[in-house]
């Protein structure tokens, strides 16, 4: 079968155009007509062109909605995505960090690639990795939470807490102790591992709200900066002298 002929499955069309758009928001042109996000009507005709009753797409977006969590790494971090409508230009990325504020890490630090930011913050004791997207009309909000923070405010205590505790107790004969002193060790370790996982996904919306909120005010006062009287006054004098 030739390859323009092939037909593929729902899932994999749906990776593909998945990650279609991820290579055109990093290598394409900036000037490309993609925007991020569909509209419920772009949806509606991807559904009609295959073939699908519109009741049960509808059913798809009530059931999308409910499920607003994307797991990964064995269902220790989470990942939130946000579209917003309306194009923070990247000069203004700056009112992100009013709510997200960059951590203090040499290893990663915020970039900015073209119309792109990426950065990793702190918010209410966990860490997450964020990327902000913005172009033709629409900016995409990543938020992804990290569960190496947690290991380390958690397990990798805990594990060199019952390695030197436990040589210790060895040294000194105490074998059993030394036993049990390591099962005790890792299990709190570990409550204290998942809790901190678990605390980082449940804020991981909540974080993903606030830059959302914080790019919609942000591209409301640049509206209102553009429709009021004097802007428009230095804008035609501008016209006028050139």
Known sequence: MSQGERIFSEKQASDILQRAARLQEERGDPTDPYAPGLRQEDLAKIA????IDPKYLEAAIREAQQQKEDRRFFNLSEEQERIVEGELDPAEFDVIFEVAKPARTRRHPPTQVGR?????TSYKGSLYHVEVSSRNGRTRVRVRSLPFFAYLMSLHPAILL????????GAHGQLTSAVLFVLVCMIAGAGAFLGLVRRAK???GELADLIE???VEANKDLRTRLSSPSTQGSTSELHQRT
């Open 213 to 215: 909120d914080r790019i």
């Open 202 to 204: 449940s804020k991981s």
């Open 162 to 169: 019952s390695f030197f505790g436990a040589g210790n107790l």
């Open 116 to 120: 792109t930011l990426t950065m990793r």
């Open 48 to 51: 009609a062109e295959a073939g």
